[in-house]
């Protein structure tokens, strides 16, 4: 009989290659988590800032018939009739608390939206206001320092973080 070879090939994983793995990918998850939260974060206060300037046209428009878009809505979602849902303005899942016009027909004024409905934790309280000057030249400013988690990173362009 001759000696007979047997192949003692590896099948599978050791276990030091799984706990390897799984240490990457905790050390990938620990990166990625954060950067995830603050782009979600990012994203929300550009989307609010964004319907908020939306009604910009809708006040200019206001303001040039010589009527007042002076308003404080105080509802969520706009009830036909008030000024807010007659400049066009439609309820953000973003903003749970109704958003504030004070610009009486001089011009002077601003619009208020406090990120408090369905956003992340870390910005709630956030603050989105846009002021006009009497010559009609707007600004804007996001107030982060009510958020727990507010970085000026969140700021989206044309609108720094006061």
């Given at each position: 009989m001759k000696n007979m070879k047997i192949n003692h090939a590896?099948?599978?994983f050791t276990l030091?290659?799984?706990?390897?793995?799984?240490?990457i990918i905790g050390i990938l998850a620990a990166i990625a988590i954060p950067q995830y939260q603050d782009y979600i974060s990012r994203t929300q206060v550009?989307?609010?800032?964004?319907?908020?300037?939306?009604?910009?046209?809708?006040?200019?428009e206001e303001l040039m018939r010589g009527d007042a878009p002076n308003a404080v809505d105080?509802?969520?979602?706009?009830?036909?009739?008030?000024?807010?849902?007659?400049?066009?303005?439609?309820?953000?899942?973003?903003?749970?608390t109704a958003l504030a016009i004070n610009?009486?027909?001089?011009?002077?004024?601003?619009?208020?939206?406090v990120l408090d409905g369905d956003v992340s934790s870390g910005?709630?309280?956030t603050t989105v206001t846009l002021d006009r000057t009497a010559t009609g030249i707007w600004?804007?400013?996001?107030?982060?320092?009510?958020?727990?988690a507010f970085k000026e990173s969140f700021a989206p362009a044309g609108c720094p973080a006061s």
């Open positions: 590896q099948k599978g030091i290659e799984l706990m390897i793995v799984v240490a550009s989307r609010v800032v964004g319907e908020v300037s939306a009604l910009k046209t809708a006040i200019e105080t509802t969520v979602a706009p009830i036909p009739g008030t000024p807010a849902a007659e400049l066009g303005w439609t309820a953000s899942n973003l903003l749970g610009i009486p027909a001089t011009g002077v004024g601003t619009v208020v939206a910005i709630t309280g600004t804007c400013a996001v107030d982060g320092s009510t958020a727990t």
